[in-house]
């Protein structure tokens, strides 16, 4: 299992759904993780889509939603960049939702990185036995952590912030999930069409949200530093 995101694309259904696909070669674990991941979240009360079911298109396994109307929220930032502020505010806030809810069912993800250092090739055995030690030391928790919470993850319909891509959902230290979110920000990669837009405030938007929410937890950077230093080196393409 990789820490990261697979690759995937929305693709057009028909009859108000849409598809995530992923690309072939991906097994069918992948979906299915998803879809009890997507479940799960919507059982404690998050506001996720309705999933329908895995689906298999030309050899590629993927998903089947209900379609949300509405712009990702990297639309909605492209759309509207005098309301940067606000908008970088309430997305620390949505992340910080997301963390409000305690999801037993989920697997640990202080066990999820301990096997991944444990196999990652580009790590020596001084650097993996370092932190391995520094993770032993950091906090765990039952909070659930998205785990892919970025922009492109949210489509804001008319009822609100709709929240895609679950199935990296873990259990844990919710600063962990922040220090993933702010690394995948560093490594963001935007849609062609919208990567001038988002050129410019990407770091901005990176800082302010670290920033808002640190402000909202009462935690410190450093937290999120320690997270990062462990998170980073196993986050390479699956």
């Not at 901005?204 to 450093?222: N, P, S, T, V, W």
């Amino acid at each position: 299992m990789s820490i990261l995101e697979p690759q995937y694309e929305f693709v057009e259904a028909g009859d108000s759904k849409i598809m995530k696909l992923f690309p072939a070669g991906t097994a069918r674990a992948v979906a299915e993780r998803e879809l009890e991941m997507t479940m799960l979240a919507k059982r404690y009360g998050l506001e996720t889509p309705f999933v329908h079911g895995i689906v298999e298109v030309d050899g590629r396994w993927g998903l089947q939603f209900d379609k949300v109307l509405g712009p990702t929220f990297t639309q909605w930032m492209v759309q509207h960049p005098d309301w940067l502020g606000r908008l970088t505010g309430y997305f620390a806030h949505e992340h910080h939702e997301v963390h409000m809810h305690k999801v037993p069912e989920l697997p640990r993800l202080k066990e999820m990185l301990a096997g991944l250092l444990d196999r990652e090739e580009g790590l020596d055995g001084d650097e993996r036995e370092d932190l391995v030690k520094k993770l032993a030391r950091m906090p765990d928790g039952d909070w659930l952590c998205h785990m892919a919470f970025v922009p492109e993850s949210i489509t804001v319909s008319i009822d609100g912030p709709v929240v895609f891509n679950w199935g990296g959902a873990m259990r844990g230290d919710y600063i962990a999930d922040v220090a993933m979110t702010s690394l995948l920000l560093e490594r963001w990669t935007p849609k062609p069409e919208e990567k001038e837009a988002v050129d410019r405030f990407i770091d901005m938007f990176r800082h302010g949200y670290l920033a808002e929410y640190l402000k909202i937890c009462g935690r410190m950077d450093e937290d999120v530093d320690r997270w990062k230093e462990i998170i980073r080196p196993v986050m390479r393409t699956p």
